[in-house]
């Protein structure tokens, strides 16, 4: 069983920093990719970053040089780094994740929601201007 547990949301004014984490429990296998996904209101939700346990990590284009992903297996712990931060990143951020065995041609299947089947419950980030 995968229990994911995220924390660290908040406000903050454009141009701020914010550090998201997320408590990651369950075996190896099940949580062998990790992502952050996000959704605003009235929109569909999107992937931000993924990680998968050798520390190969994707990003959506939009958070590219701003955010960076990363995970303390010895912590059981999943990072988000948020910098430079836009109104338009406001959104509830989800911590997912999925296993080994969902990876495509050896990749982790970031960005497809879909293929992720443990998600937590949200934490809320504003971004004001």
């Known amino acids: 069983q995968v229990t994911l547990v995220e924390s660290g949301g908040g406000s903050v004014q454009a141009g701020g920093s914010l550090r998201l984490s997320c408590s990651v429990s369950?075996?190896?296998?099940?949580?062998?990719?990790l992502a952050w996904f996000r959704q605003a209101p009235g929109k569909e939700r999107e992937g931000v970053g993924g990680?998968?346990?050798?520390?190969?990590?994707g990003y959506r284009d939009s958070v590219k040089g701003r955010f960076t992903i990363s995970r303390d297996s010895a912590k059981n712990t999943l990072y988000l780094q948020m910098n430079s931060l836009k109104p338009e990143d406001t959104a509830m951020y989800y911590c997912?994740?999925?296993?080994?065995?969902?990876?495509?041609?050896?990749?982790?299947?970031?960005?497809?929601?879909?293929?992720?089947?443990?998600w937590g419950q949200g934490t809320q980030v504003t971004v004001s201007s």
């Open positions: 997912a994740a999925t296993s080994y065995w969902t990876r495509r041609n050896g990749y982790c299947p970031f960005p497809d929601k879909g293929a992720y089947n443990y």
């Open positions: 369950g075996d190896f296998y099940s949580t062998y990719c």
């Open positions: 990680i998968d346990r050798g520390g190969s990590t």
